[in-house]
């Protein structure tokens, strides 16, 4: 467990000197990218999305690029298109910007739905299907994407199907006075963006991937998940609960966040901590509860505080 634990420490002190009091926003980015998910970002402009998805790629020292959503884009303006090459006589594949490491989808809800779905592909299965010919994406891959929750004009809200890609979703909020004063202090000469570098080495990443899955997580904690995502199911305001895709990105988030604690058993307090950021996405709301303004993080608190919590018991040994 100590490769994951050094790999989060490493890459978290190194983004912190950017991205300037959100440790927990920052730790639950790399707990997405050690289950090799994807996370949206919904806040408003100007409070470090950017620089974030920046920071992380230089501290791994992998590609990045940047996509800027907006409704005329097309799919292959994503994916990549096929070209003619009239020397060789044949057509030939040019990567599009998806083709990266880490890839920031600025304003996703700003593209049409077709453009949209270009994104579920690379996603969910990791690969780019051009013409008749399937491309693999890069390792590690990340998907970070943002959206304005207050600006909704000119926009295509993301579908169930789109959500229920993203590992996770966070916000990062204002900082507070005294970071704010800490922010202006750190770029009265230029970015800290451009002091820092690479601090991690990407198989390294790659490897604290795998390990990943050799947490352990008892019997009673994947109950205790099950339990949490079939409450969604059953909240008298949710029309639509979460689905197991849920469950397992619960009991993949939480085996990483055990791993970057240092552990290698999951605990309860893992699940409740990881709750809101993997579930209230996934959930709809039935048209009464929209109309009286119930927001799905609040009812995931309150199905937390609801659900019993299990017991712990001693991980079996081997005989």
């Given amino acids: 467990m100590g490769i994951i634990q050094n790999v989060g ?15 927990r926003e920052i730790q639950m980015v790399l707990v997405a990218m050690l289950c090799q998910g994807h996370v949206l970002i919904e806040d408003v402009p100007g409070v470090g999305k950017t620089m974030l998805a920046k920071a992380i790629a230089k501290s791994i020292g992998s590609t990045f690029h940047r996509i800027q959503f907006t409704p005329d884009m097309l799919p292959s303006d994503i994916t990549g298109v096929s070209v003619f090459n009239q020397q060789t006589r044949q057509f030939e594949y040019r990567p599009g910007p998806i083709m990266a490491q880490i890839v920031l989808v600025d304003e996703v809800n700003r593209a049409t739905p077709k453009t949209q779905s270009a994104l579920l592909e690379c996603m969910e299965e990791h690969q780019v299907t051009v013409d008749e010919g399937t491309y693999y994406m890069p390792k590690p891959f990340l998907v970070l994407a943002t959206q304005n929750p207050i600006e909704y004009e000119g926009t295509f809200p993301l579908p169930e199907a789109q959500l229920d890609r993203f590992l996770m979703r966070i916000s990062l909020g204002h900082p507070k006075p005294e970071e704010e004063v800490q922010i202006l202090d750190a770029q009265e000469h230029q970015h800290p963006i451009e002091g820092i570098g690479q601090v991690v080495p990407v198989e390294d990443l790659i490897e604290a991937q795998q ?19 079939n409450a969604t199911r059953d909240h008298h305001d949710v029309y639509l609960g979460a689905s197991p895709r849920g469950s397992l990105a619960l009991h993949h988030a939480g085996q990483a966040l055990a791993a970057l604690y240092g552990r290698d058993f999951v605990i309860p307090d893992d699940i409740k901590l990881l709750a809101e950021a993997t579930l209230a996405h996934r959930i709809i709301v039935s048209p009464s509860a929209r109309i009286k303004n119930v927001d799905t993080r609040a009812v995931v608190r309150e199905i937390v505080d609801q659900v019993p919590v299990p017991g712990t018991r001693r ?5």
Avoid: F, M, W
């Fill in 9 to 23: 420490d490493k890459i978290a002190v190194n983004v912190e000197q950017v991205i300037i009091g959100k440790h």
């Fill in 315 to 319: 991980r079996p040994t081997n005989k």
């Fill in 211 to 229: 390990v990943v899955h050799s947490i352990y997580a008892d019997p009673l904690i994947k109950e205790y998940i099950v339990a949490l995502v």
